[in-house]
């Protein structure tokens, strides 16, 4: 049997679902490309204080040394955000205000041969977007073709009959010939 929820059921419900931000596309572009190259020079520098500082206070909690720590792969991979500057993201989830308040939004910068993606939190202080939370990583994004077949061998053993041997098929996973 089902039940309707109540109004007030309805009205939470409601309160907790995300909602769009109301922000324009310049002002998202502004966000992502500052934390981004924020970021980028904490990297370069091994300095994380200033990338902490801009933060909100909820990420502002995180040490130093402990944004460091987060961020090692990226600094020894020596990963250069700076092309952020110059691209335009794609956003795969548009800006939206969640119950918690914060303002979330993920996408990727398309690059060859790789591409960065970003999933970024950004609270409310004092009327600003400041930075909450920041993952970062890169996935390859150029086509790659298929790794060649095994060549079949088609000789046999002299004395012998020789019997045709068809070819793999294309795309196949099984790299052997069709035995007769």
């Known amino acids: 049997m089902c039940v309707p929820a109540s109004a007030q059921q309805q009205q939470q419900q409601k309160q907790q679902a995300p909602k769009p931000a109301n922000i324009d596309r310049n002002g998202v572009l502004i966000l992502i490309r500052s934390s981004l190259l924020a970021l980028d020079q904490a990297n370069k520098t ?3 204080t200033v990338l902490r500082d801009l933060g909100a206070p909820g990420f502002q909690g995180n040490t130093a040394a402990r944004l460091a720590e987060l961020f ?3 600094r020894r991979d020596k990963l250069d955000l700076s092309g952020v500057a110059a691209l335009d993201p794609q956003l795969t989830l548009l800006p939206q205000i969640e119950a918690s308040g914060l303002m979330h939004m993920t996408g990727f910068f398309p690059s060859v041969p790789s591409q960065l993606r970003f999933d970024l939190a950004y609270a409310p202080v004092d009327g600003q977007w400041r ?3 920041i993952s970062v990583g890169v996935d390859q994004s150029a086509p790659k073709a298929p ?3 095994a060549a079949a061998a088609l000789a046999k053993p002299q004395g012998t009959p020789q019997k045709f041997q068809k070819p793999p098929a294309p ?3 099984d790299s052997s010939a069709d035995k007769h």
């Open 131 to 133: 930075l909450f939370g």
């Open 171 to 173: 795309n196949s996973k």
């Open 72 to 74: 090692a792969g990226l």
């Open 147 to 149: 790794a060649p077949p």
């Open 46 to 48: 091994g300095n994380y």
